[in-house]
């Protein structure tokens, strides 16, 4: 579906530990040492000599980099000095050996990370991701994640992208405002709106285009036609909507009473709308891979649990994009 193969070798990425411990070159199968007078003790010193060299320093700096992660909980991302992350679970070609960092969507430095913002895609595989990423001009996030929860990077972590839109008022959502900009907000117009916003330091607006990272979902939207609904026995619910494009249904599985509740605000939103969808579900390997990520980006640039986000929080989006995302 999403055209990239699933071979043993990148199924076997989302079993390995986070922190692989480094190995002495050499060590798993010890010499027994010669005597000065046994024959071919010039061979034997000489493979000791050379199992004993050490690793080359990208390796050595990568292993460093994991060992000390896992020991105190520090991010293992090891980011080189491109922004591109050195580790086993974050690729930078896919399967067919595509390239996946995408330099027209990158714009300019940035100085620093104050949030992260999760998204859906609108599109149904990585390939056809990537090819919106080529095109001049394009706006896209930092990371990528497929359906079977391949992490790839796609943007340095240097470089600002446009994937946050304008910003909605952060003290209209948490009812912080102040009178005065509460009646300006009752106006309505987000263009001004965002100008507000802009002006504003970190942690009194959202995370935006110029000091957040943006990590994609694979993931596709489709208008809803109708839809079933059942409860569970612990109280969570599940979905099957129908939509109409070719009688395409989507399941959605073990919704928190929060999340089915917008998501029926969404369902008809999407019914009576000309022009608004619902976002499949996040699949459960999708989620997994996002919490490693955002773990991981967290401690990397010390953001706290509160400043990472669901796209459209942060900005007028489909309130159905990233709703079944679980980061926590």
Same mark, same amino acid.
């Given at each position: ?15 390995? *530990?986070? !922190?692989? &411990?480094? +190995?002495?070159?050499? =060590?798993?199968?010890?010499?027994? /040492?010669?005597?000065? #007078? ?16 050490? *690793?080359? !320093?990208? &390796?050595? +700096?990568?292993?460093? =980099?994991?060992?000390?992660?896992? /020991?105190?909980?520090? #991010? ?18 896919? !399967? ?233």
């Amino acid at each position: 579906m999403n055209g990239i193969s699933s071979t043993a070798s990148r199924s076997s990425l989302q079993s390995l *530990p986070d !922190a692989p &411990q480094p +190995q002495p070159t050499g =060590a798993a199968s010890p010499q027994p /040492a010669s005597s000065p #007078s046994t024959p071919g003790n010039s061979q034997t010193l000489t493979r000791m000599a050379r199992d004993a060299r050490p *690793p080359l !320093a990208g &390796q050595q +700096q990568a292993a460093a =980099a994991n060992a000390k992660g896992a /020991a105190i909980g520090a #991010s293992q991302l090891n980011i080189d000095d491109k922004g591109h992350v050195q580790h086993e679970r974050v690729l930078l070609k896919t !399967a067919a050996g595509r390239e996946t960092i995408s330099p027209k969507i990158e714009r300019g430095e940035m100085p620093e990370v104050n949030g992260l913002i999760v998204h859906q895609t609108q599109s149904s595989s990585v390939n056809s991701t990537l090819n919106s990423y080529a095109q001049d001009g394009a706006n896209g996030a930092h990371f990528l994640i497929d359906k079977d929860g391949t992490i790839y990077q796609t943007a340095s972590l240097k470089r600002k992208t446009n994937h946050v839109g304008p910003l909605r008022s952060r003290c209209a959502q948490e009812k912080s405002c102040s009178p005065e900009e509460t009646k300006l907000n009752e106006k309505h117009n987000p263009t001004k709106e965002n100008q507000r916003e802009s002006k504003k330091p970190a942690g009194e607006r959202f995370p935006s285009n110029s000091d957040s990272i943006g990590i994609e979902l694979v993931g596709m939207a489709y208008k809803a036609k109708s839809h079933q609904e059942t409860r569970n026995p612990d109280g969570s619910f599940n979905f099957l909507i129908t939509t109409t494009t070719d009688g395409k249904t989507l399941k959605y599985e073990n919704l928190s009473a929060d999340v089915a509740s917008q998501m029926r605000k969404e369902i008809k939103e999407s019914k009576n709308g000309d022009d608004y969808s619902v976002f499949e579900q996040v699949t459960n390997q999708q989620n997994e891979s996002l919490q490693w990520l955002t773990q991981q980006l967290r401690r990397e640039y010390s953001i706290p649990e509160s400043e990472v986000f669901a796209h459209p929080t942060v900005s007028r989006k489909t309130g159905s994009e990233a709703l079944t995302a679980r980061w926590r």
